[in-house]
């Protein structure tokens, strides 16, 4: 759990006011042995989901108006089978928050390992994919994985300025920008490489055979960086929506090279970008898929693709669906069909 450092300041409602009793005889939809077996179904399908902690009794009247001892706050949700790590980095200087999804068998299976997907941004996906992971879990299209949203610790953090900072290669200014920024990203991948990963991977039952690196934007920029220089530190890169116009297209460059280097790529990689993103944005990115299929690395599992209807936030939901359906393909492929 989380414990006392909630994450999300949402009021929890109960479903059933106090005092309210169970009926102790059944209806005649109740009794119907087809109707009870589709309650049976949807519940079913609700305990696959990542859990939250039951809620407690509203306080109040018929028409939920507070009544005498009513909480003066509400409660917060706290994500249950969730942890918080504190790391600072010694190569960037500065303070992360680790926010760290276990698997619903964790507790219960103390010898099993499981993959790992290394998320950035996580203050604003870690919620997006740990849903996502119970529902493709329960169709059998990935298995149970442990999920790392790596973000910034502190009060109230800039997030905008930390993560230009940690995930551009260069420091350099857009032609929208009034000043150059960023550079980091170097400093950053040390961070992720000696310290980051070492430490969830002592502390966790974690497959490091297994492991993926997924951004978005930005962090789908640092994904193509962490790739083409170090290649071997993860199994699956998962670029959503990539900024590879970065640095006058430097991405462009560093693969020619990278592919002179590496024509074979034992690897599974996503790219994605939104059909309805920002047109020039968008073509960078094309551009980029284009040029790193036409380097036909050997033994490489490369999917690219155009996420239709979505500009660059909405298309978050259905590009990781997509994406890591992709990466446990071969997996899914050896689950049994009900």
Known sequence: MVGDRN????????????????????????????????????????????????????????????????????????IENSELIDLHSEQTGRDYELIVGL?????????????????????????IVNQMSGALRYDKVIPEILIVGITYAGEKPNYTELRRADYTPTHWQPPDESAPFGGDAPKFLSFLHEHLLPTVEARYRVDAS????????AGGLFTLYALLEQPDLFQS????????????????ERERQFHAQHPSLQKRIWMSVGELEWPDYARHAKDFFSQFEASHYEGLALRTQIIPGERHAGVKPEAFNRALRFVFEPWAAQQPRE
């Open 7 to 78: 994450l999300f300041p949402y009021t929890v409602v109960c479903m059933r006011p106090p005092g309210e009793s169970q009926r102790s005889t059944a209806s005649p939809l109740e009794r119907s042995p087809f109707i009870s077996l589709l309650f049976a179904l949807i519940l079913s399908a609700c305990q696959a989901l990542p859990a939250v902690v039951p809620c407690a009794p509203r306080t109040g009247d018929a028409t939920g108006t507070p009544t005498a001892g009513a909480p003066a706050e509400p409660r917060r949700l706290v």
């Open 103 to 127: 698997p619903e068998s964790y507790a219960k299976e103390p010898q099993r390992r499981y993959p790992v997907l290394y998320l950035l941004d996580g203050q604003w996906d870690f919620n």
């Open 210 to 217: 297994q492991r993926l690196l997924a951004g978005h934007s």
């Open 237 to 252: 890169y998962l670029a959503l929506s990539p900024a590879t116009f970065w640095g006058n297209r430097l991405l462009f």
